[in-house]
């Protein structure tokens, strides 16, 4: 079909990368424009030779179109709606749509619903915490394109979804100057507590780090768990606290969550107090991580390292290499013989390789024998585009060391 899009036409070869479905076209890729785009609108991308390629969003940058659709397409509610309901159906074909029927410890109301390039909907982020969706727009044409998605995805959801959260005050480019606000964009709610496998969280949506939750965490929390019986726990960077409070369930003797934020150690304190009211075996502390780590001693056989992302973009790659090493270096130092470590990185610059070799290096520092008992990725709520590898981020070691 025709649609009354304005029109990119792109150089000569450039729709290669199009042609295998890669979903983003780079701003050095375009050979002309047809007329003045406002950042956000919807463009119609053509080869050199004329013939039509993508329909998808325009915004000033590096990645000046995210691909929407390889069929010429109008976007539209229908198109939104469409999209939501093929990711809902994803959920609930791999089991992650629980309710109150399911057995104790397996009930889950907490999930990705759309992961960007890995839904086909690049720009766009949607977790769902009970009856309680947060949308956060990573692009200009996602944040356009808010409540028209809101309303699909109420048609989607029905009466399982109460409320919708807009949340992209700052995950938007700043230099585009939409004066977004967080809120609601339908409904309202001040239930803020989600279920995961049967353990409940405090979801700070309001003012928490991304949605509110580290939902792609979930498998590996799970994990971490059948490891943690008798186990002197320390999970740093703990956040909201994720990783202990499924210690606490694991059976672990001590559980220490370190955090140099008093807000998620506060958060970390209510969580455990949700699930494990007056239960003496956790302490939470407000620290800096290095300094935590110097001074620890050997007191910890199992220790979580969850940092944020040390690589930003592909520029800080070194410096976040020898920061990965760095920090393993100093809880390996520490850890007694027969414990067990789960390190974590969620940069994207950094693949899985690099970061291997650079645990490789924190055992060669530290003179320690180990080995890698899991190499952990990101749930199957996140999926990853065949097409579009660079959305392969969280990658993970568990290791014995020696």
């Known amino acids: 079909m025709m649609n009354n899009y304005k029109t990119i036409i792109l150089k000569k070869g450039k729709e290669d ?50 691909v929407l659709s390889f069929v010429d397409e109008e976007i539209n509610e229908e198109f939104y709606k469409k999209r939501l309901a093929t990711a809902f159906d994803v959920r609930k074909s791999i089991g992650l749509v629980r309710n109150n029927a399911s057995t104790a410890n397996t009930i889950n109301n907490t999930f990705r619903l759309i992961h960007g390039e890995g839904d086909n909907l690049p720009g766009l982020i949607i977790d769902i915490y009970d ?55 339908l409904g309202h709610s001040t239930n803020n ?14 003012k928490g780090q991304k949605t509110g939750f580290f939902v792609d965490q979930r498998d590996n929390r799970q994990l971490l768990e059948q490891y943690s019986k008798g186990r002197k726990v320390l999970n740093m960077f703990c956040y909201t606290g994720g990783f202990s409070v499924y210690s606490m369930r694991g059976g672990a003797e001590l559980v220490h969550s ?28 407000a620290v800096d991580a290095f300094k935590y780590l110097e001074d620890m001693g050997n007191n910890y056989d199992l220790v979580i390292l969850d940092p944020p992302a040390f690589a930003k973009h592909r520029d800080a790659l070194k410096q976040a290499l020898r920061g990965y090493t760095k920090l393993n270096a100093k809880a390996m130092e520490k850890m007694p013989s027969g414990s067990i470590l789960f390190t974590f990185s969620c940069s994207q610059a950094v693949n899985k390789d690099q970061f291997r070799t650079a645990i490789f290096a924190a055992a060669m520092q530290t003179g320690r024998n180990i080995r890698i008992l899991h190499q952990l990725h990101q749930p199957s709520d996140h999926p990853i585009n065949i097409f579009h590898p660079e959305g392969e981020y969280l990658k993970g070691l568990v290791v014995y060391l020696e």
Request: proline share 3%; with cysteine.
């Open 17 to 66: 990368s199009l042609l295998r479905k890669h979903p983003w076209i780079f701003s050095g890729a375009i050979h002309t424009i047809s007329d003045k785009i406002n950042e956000g609108e919807v463009v119609r991308v053509l080869a050199s030779n004329g013939n039509f390629i993508a329909v998808g969003h325009w915004q000033i940058g590096s990645i000046a179109v995210r």
């Open 131 to 185: 009856d309680t969706a947060v949308m956060q727009a990573h692009s200009v044409g996602m944040h356009c394109d808010r409540s028209t998605i809101a309303q699909a995805l109420k048609q989607v959801m029905g009466d399982d979804l109460k409320a919708v959260y807009y949340k992209s005050e700052t995950t938007l480019p700043y230099k585009a100057d939409l004066g977004q606000e967080n809120g609601f964009l």
């Open 193 to 206: 507590i989600a279920i995961e496998n049967g353990l409940k969280f405090h979801i700070d949506w309001l």
């Open 258 to 285: 370190v955090d140099s934020s008093a807000k998620a150690v506060e958060l970390v304190n209510k969580n455990i107090e949700l699930n494990f009211p007056n239960d003496p075996r956790h302490e939470a502390f």
